[in-house]
């Protein structure tokens, strides 16, 4: 994220807000533009602790600095799978309710990478099979967004992937409690990016919110949401 959260005198977003036709490209378009703008270039902050990438939330910003002097880099890999619908879809899961960390959120398939992973893609196609069953013949990953940093430490590496139709998914219920797809118009519309506050160490930071019917899509999940939305939606 560069400017996502800096803000007008009036409160509004102060990034350009696209033409509707750009919201409501179809598969084609966005492959074509994801391809032009992404590569497999593996950013060197998801291992090296003094670079901290900015979100240009000053309270956020605060708080990945003092993350990355306290505690060690956790490195994470996700996949954010793109279904090839005339519309297309993203595929998330919600996970499960018994896990000890963000039982019942709305995540991307996806974890910590191991050392047997061959890169971070590896780590996120491996991810998906072991979740929600996903095949990697239906997958062609398509390239890696920034890293997204939390406040646990964690370093995620995104990668942004075509999924084929005609899948079908066999839930860990160890790990997840379901799989769902939401329209990726509503997702990359910037008229559904609501923000929310959190406090860190007495300080306010923001953070996406991203409400889809029933479905509270917020965190992380919602902020690479929108790291995708700037790097392919906007000039």
Known sequence: MNDSFLKDKAGANALPVP??????????????RARARLNFEVPPALSDPSIVAKTGDRGTDWMLEIVAREKPIRQAAVLIGIVEHEQPSVLLTTRAGHLADHPGQISFPGGKIDPK????????????????????????????????????????????????????????TDEVDDAFEVPLAFLMDPAN??????????????????PYEQRYIWGATAGMLRVLYERIYTP
């Open 19 to 32: 033409h509707r036709a750009s919201i409501d490209m179809g598969s084609k378009e966005f492959f074509k």
């Open 117 to 172: 992973d061959l890169s971070p893609m590896d780590a996120a196609l491996r991810e998906a099979k072991e979740e929600v069953g996903l095949a990697r013949d239906f997958i062609d990953p398509v390239g890696y967004l920034d890293v997204y940093s939390t406040s646990f430490g964690f370093r995620i590496l995104p990668t942004l992937a075509r999924i084929r139709p005609g899948f079908d998914l066999t839930i860990n």
């Open 193 to 210: 990016h609501k923000q929310g506050t959190k406090e860190y160490r007495g300080r306010l930071r923001y953070f996406y919110e991203m």
